[in-house]
């Protein structure tokens, strides 16, 4: 049976990837792996430029630095959303938590962290090319566009992390003490991936994790009386024995 770095080489040579980042080194690392693995790299140093490639010909996916040049990536990001479903990798500075929220709002599809690592990008890219079809689902106006995920009636609960405010299903504010919202910043931007006691007291009270320590459990009760459909077996804050934590998503209502 062919490894699946053949089967790459051979059958994803027509996979078109944006590589969008305003530093040259980077660009041409990220390229040079990329198109090692049977990837037709494209690239753009800006906004501007990154639009021009973008509508010049179809690209499977785009892996985005949130900011390139004097341009917010979630300018170039706001604008393809609004008639491309094309899928987006983000690349942010490491801790940033509420930029990878902010972008997962608009629509990106999954996020890497500064250094970037170039297999987990490559894993990353991969997988969501397999989610989304190997066509990379770049649609123009024809394609699925995301729901607008500001929409409470569209999404069922809603958190948004720059103005701190989450709203439950029926549009009610819901409140959260400053320690509540920053917790739910890092499970949110971390949705789906195990998270330490140690990572999430350092980066929630910027202090190590003792082991006598029960503020971090304590919020978390607290977040799961206000999110859970049922508190006493939550599904929506998981419990990892031995590890830490595991947001699931927000519950999705009936």
Request: glycine share 8%.
């Given at each position: 049976?062919?490894?699946?770095?053949?089967?790459?080489?051979?059958?994803?040579?027509?996979?078109?990837?944006?590589?969008?980042?305003?530093?040259?080194?980077?660009?041409?690392?990220?390229?040079?792996?990329?198109?090692?693995?049977?990837?037709?790299?494209?690239?753009?140093?800006?906004?501007?430029?990154?639009?021009?490639?973008?509508?010049?010909?179809?690209?499977?996916?785009?892996?985005?630095d949130l900011?390139?040049?004097?341009?917010?990536?979630?300018?170039?990001?706001?604008?393809?959303?609004?008639?491309?479903?094309?899928?987006?990798?983000?690349?942010?500075?490491?801790?940033?938590?509420?930029?990878?929220?902010?972008?997962?709002?608009?629509?990106?599809?999954?996020?890497?962290?500064?250094?970037?690592?170039?297999?987990?990008?490559?894993?990353?890219?991969?997988?969501?090319?397999?989610?989304?079809?190997?066509?990379?689902?770049?649609?123009?106006?024809?394609g699925t566009?995301?729901?607008?995920?500001?929409?409470?009636?569209?999404?069922?609960?809603?958190?948004?992390?720059?103005?701190?405010?989450?709203?439950?299903?029926?549009?009610?504010?819901?409140?959260?003490?400053?320690?509540?919202?920053?917790?739910?910043?890092?499970?949110?931007?971390?949705?789906?991936?195990p998270q330490?006691?140690?990572?999430?007291?350092?980066?929630?009270?910027?202090?190590?994790?003792?082991?006598?320590?029960?503020?971090?459990?304590?919020?978390?009760?607290?977040?799961?009386?206000?999110?859970?459909?049922?508190?006493?077996?939550?599904?929506?804050?998981?419990?990892?024995?031995?590890?830490?934590?595991?947001?699931?998503?927000?519950?999705?209502?009936?």
């Amino acid at each position: 049976m062919a490894s699946e770095d053949n089967v790459e080489a051979a059958g994803e040579d027509a996979v078109s990837i944006l590589l969008v980042d305003d530093d040259p080194d980077i660009r041409s690392e990220l390229s040079e792996y990329l198109s090692a693995h049977g990837f037709s790299i494209s690239e753009a140093a800006d906004r501007r430029s990154a639009l021009q490639q973008f509508a010049a010909k179809p690209h499977n996916l785009v892996v985005l630095d949130l900011w390139i040049g004097k341009d917010n990536g979630f300018d170039f990001l706001r604008e393809i959303r609004q008639t491309h479903s094309t899928p987006c990798i983000m690349v942010t500075a490491h801790g940033e938590a509420t930029d990878k929220v902010v972008g997962l709002e608009l629509g990106a599809d999954d996020y890497v962290v500064k250094p970037v690592n170039l297999r987990e990008l490559l894993a990353r890219i991969r997988a969501l090319l397999r989610r989304s079809g190997s066509n990379g689902g770049g649609n123009h106006n024809g394609g699925t566009v995301k729901k607008d995920s500001s929409d409470p009636a569209a999404n069922g609960w809603h958190f948004d992390p720059v103005r701190r405010n989450l709203l439950s299903p029926e549009g009610e504010l819901v409140p959260l003490t400053t320690a509540e919202c920053d917790l739910l910043i890092e499970l949110v931007a971390h949705e789906g991936r195990p998270q330490t006691r140690e990572d999430l007291c350092r980066r929630v009270f910027n202090r190590a994790w003792q082991p006598y320590d029960r503020s971090l459990d304590s919020i978390v009760v607290k977040l799961r009386r206000k999110l859970e459909p049922n508190p006493d077996h939550p599904m929506v804050i998981k419990t990892i024995r031995g590890k830490g934590y595991l947001f699931t998503g927000f519950p999705t209502e009936p």
